[in-house]
């Protein structure tokens, strides 16, 4: 069965692509323009382009390739969204949308696509007051990005309830890992990048504390749910590793003793507490976070090695 995946490109869909490759599926790459980076040369990885926001074409590519299963990470993200509120509404909404309608036509049975955290913008708890966020907690998105993922949700909720596609959106976070270039996550760059090359750095937000999402563990989230025929619920919050960034940049001096790095004060201000027992229930012991230490030293050779 052939499995579509959007933003093949992209920070996620990268990992995605090679991690389908590896278990033997086969797999057509969508991007808006041709890919800039890498992919895996592999007979089983078909690149194709198109636009979310083009039903027809959309359609074309279903039929053409035989498409069973798609997951739809294609988004633009925080700053673009924030300058383009119209083109967002188009890619984010317009396009998941767009999607739907062709799983719904061509009988596609499995559809999962990223949401985000950032439904719930920079509340620092729940409407109920707990400390922790569920998938049921208000939304109060406080940036264009996060609105379009709030009403995204809600469309993929409609289409699942009424017309009983297999949806599920799993929120995702702050993802790290090699590769990433967009996002408010652009501080990576000072944690990551520049102690791999052996330059000195001040990573932002040091009184910050955040849940930590490696894009390996957020890449095996998407396939895992992805060949899930039955799930409870339409969307899951997805697991990371909370930790302060005084300990991610801890960390980083610990595998990189000949580096200086230190935080400069400043909060980016996001939620970091997020209920994620529904997730663990429907992934049970097939899917275990890698642990922090192992997940930064990886993510710090790979920069370095290139």
Known sequence: MTTLVTG???FVGRYVVRELVSAGADVVALDHAPAAGPRPRSPRVTAVQGDVRDLRRLTRIAHEHRVGRI???ASLLAPASQDDPYHALEVNVVGTQNLMEVALA????HFTWASSMAVFGHQTQADDGAEEFTESSRHCPDNVY????SYAEGISLAYRERYGLNTVGLRI???YGQGKERGEGLF???LFDRPARGEDSV????????SWQYVRDVARAFILVNGLDETDQGIYNLPGTVASMRDAVSLVRDLRPGVSVRTEPGRLGFPHRFSVSAFEKLAGDEYRLTPMHDAFAETLDLIRNG
Not at 106 to 109: D, F, K, L, N, W
């Open 71 to 73: 997951i739809h990470l």
């Open 106 to 109: 061509h009988g596609v049975t």
């Open 203 to 210: 990573v932002p937000y040091g009184d910050d504390v955040f």
């Open 173 to 175: 976070g702050l993802v």
């Open 146 to 149: 996060g609105v379009t993922k």
């Open 8 to 10: 093949a490109s992209g």
């Open 188 to 190: 990576t760059e000072h």
